[in-house]
DNA sequence: TGCCATGCTGGGAGCGCTCCCGGGAGCGCT
DNA sequence: AGCGCTCCCGGGAGCGCTCCCAGCATGGCA
């Protein structure tokens, strides 16, 4: 079985080689009895155009890059970054599109892909997930001339990309904790190399300062978004007996939660709790998780829409997309359980 | 800015086309003065050949497609996948190959990317992972020619693929729990249509059969590989007052423990729990949880070392590789605790 | 001196596609 | 009848690379 070629399926229908390719490419000019006469050798025979063949002419390749910086290696366990890829990989696959994945594993590897992917013509254009503050890979992108999409704030305000409201988020969060009458609020943050950890403390802060409240720096400890790291956390701020705790992320939430466990601290009677995500299910802790629940698939799913209009538009309209957050009240934070 | 050629990078060094190609993918017959001279002006010119031009002519695309199943959705959040990916990623960086994802929704999707992957020449072979009982697209690769391997053992016995020894594994756990001496042993098994799930499941029963132990339908309960199935099977499993738990996976373990916190059942003393897979930090479980440790990220690196010798041998020596498993005695299983 | 092997280099052909242009058929109008 | 238009269709050219073969030196040998 040799592979099939537009020529072959042109001569099987009794047309050129161009008519074929018009048909497929559904372009105007070809009568309604030939388009039938082709498109019915083409899926008797199961032909499908060469891809390299494609590209090499039109310089598409329907390739998506899709960017996960060795940074976030423990993260990649974090729930947050199935659906997130979930969200790229759905709306990629509407547009016909294909995900290239690039995970490093050192800042060698992440250069060298720069040759690979990019001047090598492999994609069409780049996803980067788990923005950094300074960014290595989105500097030397945004002097190339590869079309890129981040998914978080840059820290350079020029580069497109799709975020969520972090700091509108964590205010909500902490307004609510401040609604509730707590005190000695404390907050388990989100690490200060992300600037994702960056706008939820500034968010956090923001709204205490905006009631008045002071934040002694013993009530911020910090986390790097693991479990593990929100029991550390917690079991620092301890000392300190905060009566209500934001947590910049649902998994750090929960390690707290296990600290407090292990520690005899009652949630919410001793410490009311609060994360960060909105990915956990109710019932994986206890009590159930309040939340600050942010829209993951639709970031993922934005992310590649920005992208695909960048490819066509070659200079699309905002370069920042903010998706809104949302409190979900249950019952950590000290409120009743909604009825069933 | 034009795009470099070929032919550019030869008038640059003052030879031809053809002598810059020799130089490039490191044929013999070049003098080393002209090669040296190419090589120059190769880097600064920082050129890269055209990718698809060179697989036009080569049909080698150096991609290799990453399939992951609907099925698993759920499982993206297991640590297993991010470390598994971590193991595939780090060895296909080193062989200069780019990994394409292929997740989908639904079986629909699933289809839909045999023509656009497959048929078009755009991988130049596969891994899949998530094994499943009478995986559709398997069958479908087997009639191709396009090689691939999966991860986990197929249905099908002559499908190269590379796995980890879960019989042995799951005997190797449960004779641990005998030789403890419960009596009343039980399992929360994974789900019976991947074939994982149904050796560890194996594995249990020929242990207990081994040692001459009966073991009652009601003692095996079977969870999906969440926390949250780990919890529901535990709390089925209670009726049957278990005093030793076989857990197929280590989350599904940990979902156990916690549903025996709350049952206010205490391991290892009311019940001895031990896991599988090795993936969890000893300290994220309180008492640390006894598992059979599977090494992931070799299977991983060792699926794609066996993809590229099917790539150029066209028939690599074996069939199946199977990776051996460990106990790592803990707490749970009402071991000591090792000397820190 | 002639001859063949050997080392290195250049250029033609062609991979399978898209784009462009030219041309035939059919139609309506002057 | 002749003209110009639209509607279809076919074929040439060329994308940037690899592969193959021919050709030019050079050197060793009879």
Redesign the pocket.
């Known amino acids: 079985m040799k592979?099939?070629?537009?020529?072959?399926?042109?001569r099987l229908a009794?047309?050129?080689?161009?008519?074929?390719?018009?048909v497929?490419?559904e372009?105007?000019?070809?009568?309604?009895?030939?388009?039938k006469r082709v498109l019915d050798v083409i899926d008797e025979t199961g032909?499908?155009?060469?891809r390299?063949?494609?590209s090499?002419?039109?310089?598409r390749t329907d390739l998506l890059g899709l960017v996960i910086p060795s940074s976030v290696h423990n993260l990649f366990a974090d729930p947050y970054f199935g659906r997130l890829i979930r969200g790229i990989t759905s709306a990629a696959n509407a547009a016909h599109q294909t995900l290239s994945l690039f995970l490093f594993e050192d800042e060698r590897e992440e250069l060298e892909l720069y040759g690979r992917a990019v001047a090598s013509g492999l994609v069409d254009g780049m996803i980067i997930t788990a923005t950094r503050m300074g960014d290595p890979l989105a500097q030397r992108l945004r002097d190339g001339r590869l079309p890129f999409v981040m998914v978080g704030r840059p820290d350079a305000d020029d580069i497109p990309h799709v975020d969520v409201d972090n700091q509108a988020g964590a205010r909500l969060a902490t307004e609510h904790l401040i609604g509730h009458g707590y005190e000695r609020i404390g907050t388990i943050a989100a690490p200060s190399n992300t600037t994702t950890g960056v706008d939820r403390r500034t968010g956090f802060l923001d709204a205490m300062r905006a009631a008045g409240r002071a934040v002694k720096s013993p009530l911020i400890a910090e986390g790097d978004f693991t479990v593990e790291s929100g029991r550390f956390a917690m079991d620092r701020l301890l000392s300190q007996q905060p009566d209500a705790v934001f947590c910049a992320s649902d998994t750090m939430a929960a390690g707290a939660m296990q600290a407090l466990e292990a520690a005899g601290v009652r949630v919410p009677d001793d410490i009311a709790i609060i994360g960060f995500d909105g990915i956990l299910d109710p019932s994986a802790t206890d009590p159930s998780l309040t939340t600050i629940s942010q829209p993951v698939r639709a970031t993922g799913e934005r992310a590649v829409n920005r992208l695909l209009e960048l490819l066509d538009d070659g200079t699309s309209s905002p370069v920042r997309t903010v998706l809104p957050t949302e409190l979900i009240t249950r019952r950590s934070c000290g409120c009743e359980e909604a009825a069933a």
Chains 1, 2 share one sequence.
């Open positions: 592979r099939l070629t537009l020529e072959e399926i042109g009794g047309v050129s080689r161009s008519t074929v390719s018009r497929i490419n372009q105007p000019d070809v009568s309604p009895e030939v388009k032909y499908q155009p060469n390299a063949a494609r090499l002419v039109s310089s």
